[in-house]
């Protein structure tokens, strides 16, 4: 079985959130973007991937489609592990981290839901895990700068059911008021993007420990500087968590013998597809460090990291859920969370195929 072709198709789905569009990340973001990878084979199975592409949709699909598909067209589809590591090695000049490994992250979870179609199996079953009934869900909440916000978005999370609250937030007065508008019984993290030298990091970590924090997101910059994460968590006695920047197992590796963090965060749509996924959950294992993944995707990355949690006989482990209304959903009703849990598609492979009708109204 080969692989026939190799296409892509961004969308943009509409959303909002409670706030202000303006300032978000790289720029001013209205809509949820995906960019999704189709693979074809000459047996005329079709399997869907997704390749991170926020701020940089034009640059991965240049990746994919100049550098990554003249290579991997006529390969073996089944042999997704080798090929892996042939196109990672046959693309190492331009180095395994950023965009190319974001391009290749789309076509191995394509290749991965082919396998499990033609298997007639869903991924989960493919990968050895057993049916659950639902896998644990946590609210993330985009930035707001504005504590009153962050608690009326905080108590509106609760009221739907979460148990577990992620701000992206940098200043103690939200982090104060997402912790009043939840109480002592829900957990909260705090997502802050890698804002702060060491010294800012300890000297805020410190202010923010009185919230009980269950865990303190890339609190510094860079975020491979992981002696330095390290020192924060034994010196504060805060749970650290970090790696939805990272690419491979091997950055994984590194920071996971550092003693950096409490909760690894590999995003199968950045770390190489559910092939290097599943070897950094190995570290992990190895390590004794809990496996969370970043998830905060609506397309086939999404899918695909409910069925790697699943697929896992080992407890813990939650699914991030960007605490936004989409005006749109690839996947219907399966991105909504019902009394704190998604359920697990059954289907063969990722389980659903993304919506038609949705590509065709929403692709850009």
Sequence with gaps: MKIARIDSLSIKVPYTFGGSHKGEGLRTWT?????LVRVETDTGLVGWGEAFCYGCTDAVKAALHNMVAPLAIGQDARDIAGLSYDLQQKLHLFGRYGLTIFALSGLDIALWDIAG?????????LLGGARRDGLPAYASLLKYRDPEKVAARTAQAVAEGYRRIKLHETEEPEVRAARLAAGDGVAIMVDTNCPWTPEQARHMTLKL????LFWLEEPIFPPEDFSAIARLRQGTGVAMAAGENLCTSFQFRDM?????????Q?????????????KVATLCDAAGVTLMPHSPY???GFLATLHLLAARGTP?????RYHMDLEASLYGELIMPKDGNFALPTGPGLGRDPDPDVIKTYGA
């Design 31 to 35: 809509t949820n973007n995906i960019l």
């Design 117 to 125: 179609k033609a298997a007639n199996l869903p991924l989960y079953r």
């Design 209 to 212: 420990r009185p919230y009980d």
């Design 256 to 264: 996971l013998a550092a003693g950096a963090v409490d909760y690894a």
């Design 266 to 278: 590999p995003s199968v749509t950045k770390v190489g597809g559910i092939t290097e996924f599943l």
């Design 298 to 300: 609506f397309g086939p």
């Design 316 to 320: 813990g482990g939650m699914i991030e």
